[in-house]
């Protein structure tokens, strides 16, 4: 079955926006929920043209509920369920209208295996305990996630993504934006920012394989003393900060490592070498630590 | 051995004659005898093929000559000056986007192009970087007026970022220049070309009021 609506509210403002002369008035807050039953593992799209923030959290139920406010009627707020699709789309309705109008937040509650594909301009977009694939992706807000496991891919101008005890595999791509991934349990990692930071804080799980890459900015990790992994680290113009020299064996698969002529570099292996770690920046600084 | 054994051992070895290590398994599998018998067929239906036949030049003028009837393709004259019509193409948002997307594409196939082993190899992909950073500059000179004079936060960031950008491939571009055989510096010059191209595609989006 499929079918639309539109967010319900608008009628009554824009009735009595007439009535009142509300051409001249400030444009007044509106609010819809809608309720989708679902089976199986949904599919969640939001398309948010306009600003504000995303939060998606999980419970037991086989059902969606999108929650939204929108500071005016300049922005129409569409939803469509296809199946086990539901697409949430916020266009802007008065291309004059201020900044302050557009703005449109979201919260969703979705059960916990679901997949979700995210597009905002600005504002946070933040999911906790979501199994399943997800896509972010955002100009300049910040992605927060926290125990959330699937192919997460990730993609920001300016915003910045921390990443909290996350599972699955990452991929993030971003100009300026910051990576933080904080206590995972990921197997495939591949961040790339051009002049952001990455802090990555947390084991390696072994068979895994991490490359972490910034242009201009500090690759910094924090790696346990019950890791195992082999590490290739190298910067073109910056340098290479090695704080865990007595963790760090020559390579014990028998590969011998070198740098280019061209580049810095460090290559060697924490305890048995089992997983992959790729560390890169060009001009930045690479930083390697054991935690305590 | 096992049929998914035979399989590799056909694939690598090829079935004529049939390899010495297959030849016990076969002897007693029908599926793996099956299989050897269609090769068989295909090579041998293959051979009678003929070799391609390049068609002789009357069918292309003929071609040429319904294909300009239909007005599908310009007369030569008019074929002279394509180019110049170039930037009214990009002019539309959707052929600007998959312009972009196609730069996308090429910076990808840049990207994993192998490592220059020669200088003239070097000499070449550096060549190459330089096509597509002239092509990424161009269209940023027909970046929307719109876009370049908005106001809103997030056309703000934007253009910073395609500042910040422009100024980091300046960066990797001189390495390379400098130092054609710094593979880590082309891999960053390939990955600020495709930002720079996806960076685009979403300042046109914009403008065109997709979102």
Same mark, same amino acid.
């Given at each position: ?85 539901? !697409?949430?789309?916020?266009?802007? %309705?008065?291309? #004059?209208?201020?900044?302050? @109008?557009?703005? +449109?937040?979201?919260? =969703? ?47 920001t101008?300016?915003?910045s ?11 993030f791509n971003s100009i300026s934006g910051n990576a ?11 961040l790339f920012t051009m002049t952001g930071n990455i ?14 890459k910034s242009g201009?900015g ?8 019950? !890791?195992?992994?082999?590490?290739? %680290?190298?910067? #073109?113009?910056?340098?290479? @900060?090695?704080? +865990?020299?007595?963790? =760090? ?44 | ?211």
């Amino acid at each position: 079955m499929k079918w639309k609506m539109k967010a319900p509210g608008v009628v009554p403002v824009l009735a009595a926006g007439m009535l009142f002369g509300a051409a001249q008035a400030p444009a007044a807050p509106q609010h819809f929920e809608r309720h989708f039953a679902v089976n199986g593992r949904p599919v969640v799209v939001i398309q948010n043209v306009a600003n504000g923030r995303i939060e998606v959290k999980s419970w037991k139920n086989s059902e969606v509920v999108v929650a939204a406010s929108q500071a005016s009627n300049k922005i129409s707020i569409d939803t469509e369920q296809a199946g086990a699709r539901i !697409d949430v789309t916020a266009t802007i %309705a008065d291309n #004059a209208a201020p900044a302050g @109008d557009l703005e +449109a937040n979201f919260q =969703l509650t979705v059960p916990e295996e679901t997949e979700l594909q995210l597009r905002t301009q600005t504002g946070l977009v933040y999911v906790e305990q979501v199994m399943g694939d997800m896509t972010l992706q955002s100009v300049a807000g910040e992605i927060h996630l926290k125990e959330v496991s699937g192919y997460i891919v990730v993609r920001t101008t300016v915003g910045s993504l921390v990443c909290t005890q996350c599972a699955g595999k990452l991929d993030f791509n971003s100009i300026s934006g910051n990576a933080q991934v904080l206590q995972p349990g990921l197997t495939s990692v591949t961040l790339f920012t051009m002049t952001g930071n990455i802090l990555y804080d947390g084991d390696f799980i072994r068979t895994g394989i991490y490359t972490m890459k910034s242009g201009k900015g500090t690759v910094e990790v924090h790696f346990s003393g019950n !890791d195992s992994f082999d590490l290739k %680290a190298q910067t #073109a113009t910056g340098t290479v @900060d090695n704080q +865990a020299e007595a963790y =760090l064996k020559p390579d014990s698969h028998g590969v011998r490592h070198m740098a280019s002529k061209f580049t810095k570099g460090l290559f060697g292996t924490v305890g048995s070498g089992l997983a992959k770690v790729e560390l890169s920046s060009y001009s930045g600084t690479i930083r390697i630590l054991k935690r305590d | 051995m096992q049929c998914k054994e035979v399989e590799v051992v056909l694939e690598q070895h090829g079935f004529v004659p049939v390899p010495e290590a297959a030849r016990t398994h076969l002897a007693g599998c029908r599926s793996c005898q099956g299989l050897v018998a269609d090769l068989t067929a295909i090579v041998a239906t293959a051979h009678l093929l003929p070799a391609e036949i390049e068609p002789p030049p009357r069918v292309w003028a003929s071609l040429r000559a319904q294909l300009e009837e239909e007005g599908i393709i310009k007369d030569a004259a008019a074929r002279g000056v394509w180019w110049q019509r170039f930037p009214e193409l990009f002019r539309t948002r959707v052929l600007a986007t998959a312009g972009v997307g196609l730069l996308i594409v090429a910076a990808v196939v840049l990207q994993v192009r192998p490592p220059a082993s020669r200088p003239t190899e070097a000499r070449n992909t550096y060549e190459n970087y330089d096509d597509t950073s002239m092509t990424l500059s161009n269209d940023e000179a027909h970046l929307p007026s719109m876009q370049l004079a908005g106001i809103s936060k997030v056309d703000v960031a934007l253009r910073q970022n395609l500042d910040i950008v422009d100024k980091f491939i300046v960066d990797c571009e001189q390495r390379v220049k400098e130092q054609p055989g710094d593979e880590l510096a082309r891999d960053y010059l390939s990955g600020a070309y495709q930002q720079k191209a996806q960076l685009l595609s979403v300042m046109m989006e914009r403008e065109g009021g997709v979102y």
